[in-house]
């Protein structure tokens, strides 16, 4: 007991740090992209960032949260573990290569990717790196010591490219290629460590236990893919209804809250091998630790959303400081809305994670699809009334939405909330 208790701990702390690096490193250089760039320069950053990250979504597949899980219930079992990371890698090989094709046929429809055909061999790195880098093995494992290393490496990377390539508003593509040399630096150490972990021999997995694991990650995969379209799809939306200034701005505070939210990856990203584990031995105790969790998020994001309540005006100007002249209350007027979100968000994926466990795929993809159809309305409707803020207060609905249907859904199979 102790040395479990012991194993969480170590396990908090480097995830604790590398999620705080993963938070930290957004802050430094949204602030020098964002002062550089320019706001409409930034806005067309994350616009091509978000399009990036949906095939990186794609490549995770879900492995994340189901390799994850199947490593730590395979703990003794050496040569089980080998058969789940080549499944993965044979998986994740093939999503790859799809990717790589669609955003090459991209180029021929999009003008901006046609004069800009650098950004697609950058993408293709960045996500090179991503699916080499298997952070899914070692949190099974619960030893997140050298991934945690290997993050601070790769950001320190990027972050001295970005300052060093980085110098006028144009320099976009030098950006993402910041990015993709640190990503990609990070998928092939984590990769070596893997190798040296595990003496991976090679064998092409059973086209059954393939199957059994592509079908098991597609649930969580298609409730992950659909959350974006709650989230980040909006900035997509409100270039629409607005200008290029009030998406910058919304980009901005949206920034922010994103980063402030991923706090809540420590406790979920720690826990969820452990929770595995108890849910599959004793009922009891797996709902003793959800409760005390769900105590622990909800008084710490009460304290963080506060913060960011009566504080936004001056991260704002933290960040993006005078910013050549450009308006930034108007992104601090939107912080301070997203900061009600910004409470219910840790539950999200928290609820989310449960309901994986217990076995409600299924019902976490139909949780996720009403989030999305009732975005895509409320989005479009209060976007086009009341623009980015608008758009914000919509954010806030939605999150919460999904953060009650979420626990609704695990409290129904578990009565973890029951009088």
Same mark, same amino acid.
């Given at each position: 007991?102790?040395? *479990?208790?012991?194993?969480?701990?170590?396990?908090?702390?480097?995830?604790?740090?590398?999620?705080?690096?993963?938070? !930290?490193?957004?802050?430094?250089?949204?602030?020098?992209?964002? &002062? $550089?760039?320019?706001?409409? /320069?930034?806005?067309?950053?994350?616009?091509?960032?978000? /399009?990036?990250?949906?095939?990186?979504?794609?490549?995770?597949?879900?492995?994340?949260?189901?390799?994850?899980? &199947?490593?730590?219930?395979?703990?003794?079992?050496?040569?089980?573990?080998?058969?789940?990371?080549? @499944?993965?890698?044979?998986?994740?090989?093939?999503?790859?290569?799809?990717?790589?094709?669609?955003?090459?046929?991209?180029?021929?429809?999009?003008?901006?990717?046609?004069?800009?055909?650098?950004?697609?061999?950058? @993408?293709?790195?960045? #996500?090179?790196?991503?699916?080499?880098?298997?952070?899914?093995?070692? &949190?099974?494992?619960?030893?997140?010591?050298?991934?945690?290393?290997?993050?601070?490496?790769? %950001?320190?990377?990027?972050?001295?490219?970005?300052?060093?390539?980085?110098?006028?508003?144009?320099?976009?593509?030098?950006?993402?290629?910041?990015?993709?040399?640190? *990503?990609?630096?990070?998928?092939?150490?984590?990769?070596?460590?893997? &190798?040296?972990?595990?003496?991976?021999?090679?064998?092409?997995?059973?086209?059954?236990?393939?199957?059994?694991?592509?079908?098991?990650?597609?649930? $969580?995969?298609?409730?992950?893919?659909?959350?974006?379209?709650?989230?980040?799809?909006?900035?997509?939306?409100?270039?629409?209804?607005?200008?290029?200034? !009030?998406?910058?701005?919304?980009?901005?505070?949206?920034?922010?809250?994103?980063?402030?939210?991923?706090?809540?990856?420590?406790?979920?990203?720690?826990?969820?091998?452990?929770?595995?584990?108890?849910?599959?031995?004793?009922?009891?105790? +797996?709902?003793? =630790? !959800?409760?005390?969790? $769900?105590?622990?998020?909800?008084?710490?994001?009460?304290?963080?959303?506060?913060?960011?309540?009566?504080?936004?005006? +001056?991260?704002?100007?933290?960040? @993006?400081? %005078?910013?050549?002249?450009?308006?930034?209350?108007?992104?601090?007027?939107?912080?301070?809305? =997203?900061?009600?979100?910004?409470?219910?968000?840790?539950?999200?994926?928290?609820?989310?994670?449960?309901?994986?466990?217990?076995?409600?795929?299924?019902?976490?993809?139909?949780?996720?699809?009403?989030?999305?159809?009732? *975005?895509?309305?409320?989005?479009? @409707?209060? /976007? +086009?009334?009341?623009?980015?803020?608008? =758009?914000?207060?919509? #954010?806030?609905?939605? $999150?919460?939405?999904?953060?009650?249907?979420?626990?609704?859904?695990?409290? %129904?199979?578990?009565?973890?909330?029951?009088?």
């Amino acid at each position: 007991m102790l040395q *479990n208790n012991k194993k969480l701990f170590v396990n908090f702390m480097s995830l604790g740090f590398q999620q705080g690096i993963a938070i !930290v490193f957004p802050l430094l250089i949204f602030p020098y992209l964002l &002062r $550089v760039l320019g706001i409409s /320069g930034f806005g067309v950053f994350s616009l091509i960032q978000t /399009g990036i990250m949906y095939f990186d979504l794609l490549i995770a597949f879900g492995f994340g949260l189901t390799a994850t899980q &199947r490593i730590a219930n395979a703990i003794n079992d050496i040569d089980l573990q080998k058969k789940i990371i080549a @499944a993965v890698y044979s998986i994740k090989l093939f999503l790859f290569a799809a990717s790589l094709i669609t955003l090459l046929l991209c180029a021929f429809f999009i003008t901006y990717l046609q004069q800009n055909i650098m950004l697609i061999l950058l @993408a293709a790195a960045y #996500l090179l790196g991503n699916l080499l880098f298997p952070d899914w093995y070692f &949190r099974g494992i619960q030893q997140m010591k050298s991934c945690t290393l290997v993050s601070l490496i790769s %950001k320190l990377i990027s972050l001295i490219l970005i300052i060093v390539l980085v110098k006028q508003p144009n320099d976009i593509n030098a950006a993402f290629f910041a990015l993709a040399a640190g *990503n990609l630096l990070a998928g092939i150490i984590g990769f070596i460590l893997l &190798r040296n972990k595990i003496k991976l021999s090679y064998k092409i997995p059973g086209k059954e236990f393939s199957k059994e694991l592509f079908k098991e990650s597609s649930y $969580v995969f298609t409730s992950i893919i659909l959350a974006p379209f709650y989230s980040s799809v909006n900035i997509f939306i409100l270039q629409f209804f607005s200008n290029p200034l !009030v998406v910058g701005s919304y980009s901005v505070a949206q920034k922010i809250f994103s980063a402030a939210s991923m706090l809540s990856s420590v406790v979920n990203n720690t826990f969820f091998p452990h929770l595995s584990v108890l849910y599959a031995s004793s009922t009891d105790a +797996y709902k003793k =630790m !959800v409760q005390k969790l $769900v105590k622990i998020m909800a008084s710490s994001f009460l304290v963080f959303a506060l913060l960011q309540f009566f504080l936004a005006e +001056y991260i704002i100007q933290l960040l @993006a400081g %005078k910013n050549n002249g450009e308006d930034i209350s108007y992104a601090a007027t939107l912080l301070r809305i =997203m900061s009600l979100a910004l409470f219910f968000s840790p539950f999200v994926s928290f609820f989310f994670q449960q309901m994986i466990l217990q076995g409600q795929q299924n019902q976490s993809v139909k949780n996720i699809a009403v989030a999305v159809i009732v *975005n895509v309305i409320s989005a479009c @409707a209060l /976007g +086009y009334w009341y623009s980015g803020i608008g =758009m914000a207060v919509n #954010l806030c609905l939605i $999150v919460v939405l999904i953060c009650f249907l979420n626990a609704y859904s695990v409290n %129904k199979k578990t009565t973890l909330f029951a009088a």
